[in-house]
C-alpha cells in the first residue's frame, strides 16, 4: 500500500506529492486526510495523506515508509481535500499551506492524546489490560503496545474515546494595569492637600477625575497625561491606584439574565427575500444571494431565519462577520437564538478553546459557527446555508499566504453542498453588485428600516468655508453646537475619526484640492524623506508643493490626525462631557471593546470617538448624533478603491445613529463636500453611487472591468529588489498573451517593509487563459533560482489593496 503526502517543506522548488510505503502495521489506520510523520531528505517531517494507492510509477525500492500515523481520525475531510487542491491553484500558495489554513492552530502545537474507556463490556483482552485499572491512558502506551487498529475500530463503535490536551505555549496572557481604587471624592481632597511642585501629580489625579475607564496601561498614561513611572508610584502610594494583572483572553459573549430573543413579523421586504432564500436551501440549488438592504433593515433576522430553516432541515450553517469581537451585539442574537447549537470563533479564546469549538463542528454537536474569516472552513458535513455578513469588508480577504476570499470559497462549498449563500450589505462591493446586475448573483434589496425609522438626516459640512471664516479647530460650529445640544438632551454622541490607512497625502486647505498624479488619477503619496510626492502605479514623482496648483494657496500641507488630539479638543471644547476612545491603543487587551462598548451602552460616557472600529454593529436607542470629523483621508488613498471605501465606511457611519426611537442627526465634515462618494452616502444613495463609481473603473481600467493580479518582490538590496522585478516584469510580458496589459515595474507605496525593499507590477486582463499556467512557470523559476538570492515573490491575484 501506498500513500500520497502533501508534506510541510513549503521552501521545496516543487510543489507536489510524495509517494510513501505503508508499513504493515498501519494499514488499518491509514486515511485520507490523516496526518503522518515521514522521512523526507534527511530529516522527519509532518504532512498530510492526500491519497491511497496500491501502485506508482516510481520504483518501489527507492521509495521509504511513513514512520508513524498522528491522527487516527482524519483532520480533513474528502471536501477540505478537494478545497484545497482548488485553493492551490486559484490562489497560486503552496498546497501544504491550504491544508494547514483549515485546520485550527492547535494542531500546529504540541498537543497530548489520551484514551478514555467509554464502554469497558464492549472492549477484549488483550486490549483492555491496557487500561488496568484506569479509564485513561495515553496514546503512546496504545501505540508502543500496537494495538493502533483495535483501537480504531473502538474508536468507530464508541466504546473509546480520542481526548487532547493541548499545551499551551504561553499560559493565559497578562498584561499590566493601573486601576484607579479611590473616589472622586478622595482624588479631590488628595489634590487640594498636594505640596505646590507636584504638578505632575496634580495633574495625572485631575486627568483621572474626568476619565469613564478605570484602568490603564503605563503607555496610555504617558501618552495622554505624560505621567511617568515616579508619579504613577507616587499615586499607589496615596492609594489612587493599584497595580492589576489583567488577563488577555476573557470570554466574550456573556449573556445577560434580563436579555431575551426576539422575534418579530417579518417586513414585506424581508418575508420575501427569506422566501426565496428558503426556496433554494428546499430544493437544494446552490444560488448566491447579494442582500443588498439599508443599515437597519433587518438582514440580520432575515440570517436568523434562514439558518433556522437550514436547522429544521437537519443542515448545518456558517455565518461569518468581518471581525468577531467589533459585533458582540450580532454574536449576542445568534446565542439566543440558537443556544448550545452555536459555535463562536473568536479571537479571544486560546488556541486550545478555539480547538474545542473546531472538535464540536467536527463532531456534529452544534448546528452553527459564527466567526471571522477561517471559520468558512468549518468542517460541517451537510451545509444548509453560508452567510457573509458586510460582504464589502476586505478582511475576508487574507493578505498572507494562502490568499484566499471567504466569498470565493463559501460559492465552492455552496456548489459541493449544493445549498445557497447570502452576501449581506448596505453598500455592496463594486464586485459583487456587478455580478448582480447580469444575473451572476441573484439579488435581493431591502428599501425599508425594519423597524420604520426614518433615516438620519445627513448634513455635509465644507471645511473650507470653516476655515475661510476663522475656524482652524476640528470641530465646524455646526458639529460643535450639534454635540451641545445633545449633551444638554443627555443624549449620545458618537465620533468618527476616519484614519488614513499607510499612505498620506498632500491638500490645499483653502480649495480642497488633493495633489493627483497627471497620469493615472490616484493621489500621490506624500514621502517625507525628501519631501516627494510619488505615484506608485506608475512610478511618477514631484517635489512637495509649496503653494496649491489651483489656487495658488500656502495652505498646503500633509494631512493627518489621531484620536489623542481630537481629544484633546473636546476636553476644551465641552469640558465636562465624559469621553470614551476606542482605537487601536485602547483596545489592546482581548475583550475591550466589548467592554468599552457596554460602557457606552450603559450610558457611562456621553461620548464615544474612534476610529473605523466604531463603524460596524453599534446599535445603542440613545445614540442621536453621529460626526465625521474628516471624511476625505479615505478618499485619496492612493488606491482604486477610495472613493468605494469611503462610501461604504460613511454609509456606515451614518447608519449608527437614530436607530430606534429618537430620531438621528449625522454631520459629516469634509474639505470636498461636492465628491460623489461623499454626496450620495448623505442619503445612502448606493445605486447612483454604483454607477458613477462603474464609470470611473471603466475608464481607468480597474475591477469589475478587468480582473487585476499584482506581482510583488522583495529584497533587502534595493538594486536586486527592482532588478527582479525587472526581470519577472519582462518575463510576463513576454510570456502573456496580447489580451493582458502589464504595468510597472513601479516601486511599492510603502517602499520598504522591515528592512526589504519592495517592487510591484500589475497585471490587467479581462480574460486570459493561460494565466494561472504561466504565473506558476514563474513561481517554478523563482523557487528554483531567485530564492537562492533571497528574493521573496510574491503573486496576490485579485488584491483587495494594491498599496
Ligand atoms: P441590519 O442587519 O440590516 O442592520 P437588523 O437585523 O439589525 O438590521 O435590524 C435592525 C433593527 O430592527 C434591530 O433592532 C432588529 O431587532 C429590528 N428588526 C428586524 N426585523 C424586524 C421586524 N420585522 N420588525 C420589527 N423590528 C425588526
Ligand atoms: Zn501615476
Ligand atoms: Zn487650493
Redesign the pocket.
Known sequence: MIVEVIVDVSAYPIDRPFDYIVPEELKDLVERGSRVHVPFGNRKVQGFITNIKEQTDIDTSKLKEVQSIIDVEPVVTEELLQLSKWMTNKTLCYEIDALQVMLPAALRATYKKNIKLINSNAVEEPFLALFGKKDIISYEVIEKAGYLHQMKKYLTQGSVQLETVIKQHAKAKTITKYKVIATKEYIQNQINTLAKNAVKQKELMEWLLIQVQDSFTMEELKETVNANNNVVKALIEKSILELEKEEVYREITTLEHHDTD?R????EE?AVALEKINHAQNHKENTTFLLH?I???????IYLNAIENSILKGKQAIMLVPEISLTPQMTRRFKLRFGDEVAVMHSGLSIGEKYDEWRKIWRGEVKVVVGARSAIFAPFKDLGVIILDEEHESTYKQEDNPRYHARDVAIWRSEFHHCPVILGS?TPSLESYARASKGVYSLLT?KA???EQALPTVNVVDMRLELKNGNRSMFSVELADAIREKLDKKEQIVLFLNKRGFSSFVLCRDCGTVVECKNCDISLTYHRAGEQLKCHYCGHEEPVPTICPECASEHIRFFGTGTQKVEEEIARLVPFARVLRMDVDTTRTKGSHERILKQFGDGEADILLGTQMIAKGL?FPNITLVGVLNADTTLHLADFRAAEKTFQLMTQVSGRAG?HDKEGKVYIQTYTPEHYAIELSKAQLYEPFYHKEMLVRKQYEYPPFYYLTLVQITHENVMLASEYAKLATDWLRANLSDQSMVVGPTACAISKIQNRYRYQCLIKYKKEPILIEKLQQLIKIYRTEWMKKGIILSIDLDPSTIL
Open positions: 426576539q418579530f413579523q417579518l417586513t424581508q438592504g443599515t437597519g433593515s433587518g438582514k440580520t433576522e448596505a431591502l428600516r425594519a423597524k446599535d436607530r
